[in-house]
């Protein structure tokens, strides 16, 4: 019998990251973390399991993504099928709208949806707890996509206790997230080679012991709305985790020129009174962080900086979702 269930998941924009893991293989992270969907980028995951299919088969964005893909899908769908003891293959075919591997987290929605969509295929019904902690096992932010509006993902120390639940529904603070586009390339170390790093750097340990610490501030903020407290605790977390990726060994540097550019930018817009802030991921393009009323001349300006190519809006989004078509 075939089984096909198709799946939609936003990508999130960590405010306190995860940067380095305590258990690289299920993915149990160095620490917790703090997110926000992005309603306006998806990814949108179709799985078929058919007993003739002779191997697991992957298609991303139309096109074959190549062996290591491969891999690391047919890896993640060994556990859906040890979970619903089924033996078949399977094929899986996802689309992203927005530009893959460029520090904007296609592997966060790409696993989310990936995990919805197998598990149903699969014919397990698994609760939101469950399904966060099968998509961590994809790719860990992929864990923060599962639930809706602003995630937590509380670190722990296995399998069990390692996953993310909503901490506000995503109408409870309109924050907006103008990602400031300076390069669409594929990044060179994506984030799964960047992790196994992190124990390289100095600054590394000194970022973990203190992450409790951003995450009571980060967390009251987001719960109080209050901006300023917001901005200095995002900005500093994203920039205590650049410090460890640039001085580990290899060191990885994820900014272009553009990337500080736009850095100064926003300090300045700040220093004048507009509530605004950035975070950047793995990779050189800036996620600006502002309020609905600041966000069109917010947006207006991006635009105005040398390589800035454009700006992609997000306001918080829902959790990962079963689609008809
Ligand atoms: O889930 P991964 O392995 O793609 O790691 C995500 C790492 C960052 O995006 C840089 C930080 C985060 O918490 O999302």
Redesign the pocket.
Known sequence: MIKTAIALAHP?I?FI???GDKDSDLRIPANG?I?MNLDSLYSRTEVTFDSSFEKDELILDGQDPGEKAVKRVTRFLDHVRLMAGIPNFARVSSENNFPTGSGI?S??SAFAALSLAASTAAGLELDEAALSRLARRG????CRSVPAGFVEWQAGQDDESSYAFSIGPRDHWELIDCIAIVSQEHKGIG??DG?LLAETSLVQKIRVVDTPRRLDICRQAILNRDFEAFAEVVELDSNL?HAVMMTSQPQLYYWQPATLGVMQAVSEWRKSGTLVCFTI??GPNVHVITLEESSPKVIADLLQIPGVSKVLVSRPGTRVRLVSE
Do not use: E, I
Request: aromatic share 10%.
């Open positions: 999130n960590a990251k995860y940067w973390s997110s987290a592997s966060a790719s860990g932010s992929a984030s799964q992790h985790m991921d793995a």
